[in-house]
């Protein structure tokens, strides 16, 4: 830490980790581990299966491998610090690598909360525009898309990071989590931080509560449309290219809402570490899971590749 005039700066800060549960670190380092390198290994997977198969090129699959790449960035931001910190006493960071980790984290999360609301829009185009789908899910509007979800991700999160480069901390530096979350940068934080929760407040209705509505909207309209469907088959067709992404859908939402909602409430420090877990290291190995053991395109691939290879 340095000292400017009477006040004292802190140039960096101790991740408590999973440091206060030392007869299990083992298990968890073995658990997170292997979590990590199956998300990166399936998610990998799922690009290149749909970058090989050419029935996959459709905008669906366009915006899964968005999804997968988000994914495997979004725990590549937060899990190799972690792993490498069950090898210190002590696991320190930086303050600029601390406000680097939550910024790339709070992007991707954002651009991810975007992303299922594009996908939550194809699947009413496909669903209840099938005349039309082509026309209107052109490969052009798919990109603009795909950018326009990257770019409010990074919008939304500079504007976290200006507010965040204005605080100055002078008390304690021990952030009890196993990553550089903005709840507990705010606790330790000596400046009013009073702005940065309204800001907080604007982006969680900017981006929670309107990427909520335009999938609640979409689904909506793609339930009606299904209970048009006179035949039995027809409508559990229409509801399966829906199935995978309602599931993600209510991952992401419901876990992220549990987590905020318990440190709101007070939940136990240890409770809450274990709870973050879910969203940012679980979740992102669930995705590809979710959208691979439903999906008869995806199974209809993985046989064909299964086929090239034996007769190789």
Same mark, same amino acid.
């Given at each position: 830490? %340095? ?11 101790? *991740? ?27 998610? *990998? ?8 198969? +050419?029935?996959?090129?459709? =905008? ?6 968005? *999804? /997968? ?5 979004? #725990?590549?931001?937060? %899990? =190799? ?6 090898? !210190?006493?002590? !696991? ?13 984290? +709070? %992007? ?21 525009? =099938? ?27 500079? +504007?976290? *990071?200006?507010?965040?480069? !204005? ?19 705010? #606790? ?80 136990? =420090? ?5 709870? /973050? #877990? ?35």
């Amino acid at each position: 830490m %340095t000292i400017e005039g009477n006040i004292t700066e802190i140039t960096h800060f101790v *991740l408590l980790g999973f440091s206060d549960f030392p007869r299990i670190l083992a298990l968890l380092f073995v658990i997170f581990l292997v979590i990590y390198l199956m998300t990166v290994t399936w998610n *990998l997977y799922l690009i290149v299966l749909i970058r090989m198969d +050419s029935h996959l090129h459709t =905008p669906m699959y366009f915006f899964l491998i968005n *999804l /997968s790449f988000i994914d495997i960035c979004y #725990v590549t931001s937060i %899990t =190799p610090k972690m792993l490498f910190s069950f090898f !210190q006493k002590q !696991q320190t960071i930086t303050f600029l690598g601390c406000i680097a980790q939550y910024f790339i984290f +709070s %992007t991707l999360g954002l651009s991810e909360s975007c992303l299922l609301s594009a996908m939550a829009y194809d699947r009413y185009a496909a669903i209840c525009k =099938p005349l039309f789908y082509s026309s209107i899910m052109s490969p052009s509007l798919c990109i603009r898309m795909a950018l326009g979800v990257y770019i409010a991700g990074l919008s939304g999160s500079l +504007s976290q *990071l200006c507010g965040l480069l !204005q605080l100055h901390f002078c008390g304690p530096n021990v952030i009890n989590h196993f990553f550089c979350d903005m709840p507990e940068l705010l #606790v330790l934080s000596c400046t009013d931080t009073s702005l940065i929760h309204v800001m907080l407040a604007i982006l969680s209705q900017m981006f929670g509560t309107t990427n909520a509505l335009v999938i609640l909207i979409s689904y909506v309209y793609i339930v009606i449309s299904i209970m048009k469907i006179t035949s039995a088959k027809g409508r559990s067709k229409a509801f399966n290219t829906c199935a995978s992404h309602l599931t993600a859908v209510s991952l992401f939402y419901t876990s992220s809402m549990f987590v905020y909602l318990s440190s709101i409430s007070g939940g136990s =420090p240890g409770f809450d570490r274990f709870a /973050s #877990v879910l969203y940012t290291v679980v979740i992102p190995m669930m995705n590809p899971l979710i959208y691979s053991l439903r999906n008869r395109d995806i199974k209809d691939a993985l046989r064909k590749l299964q086929k090239r290879r034996g007769h190789c």
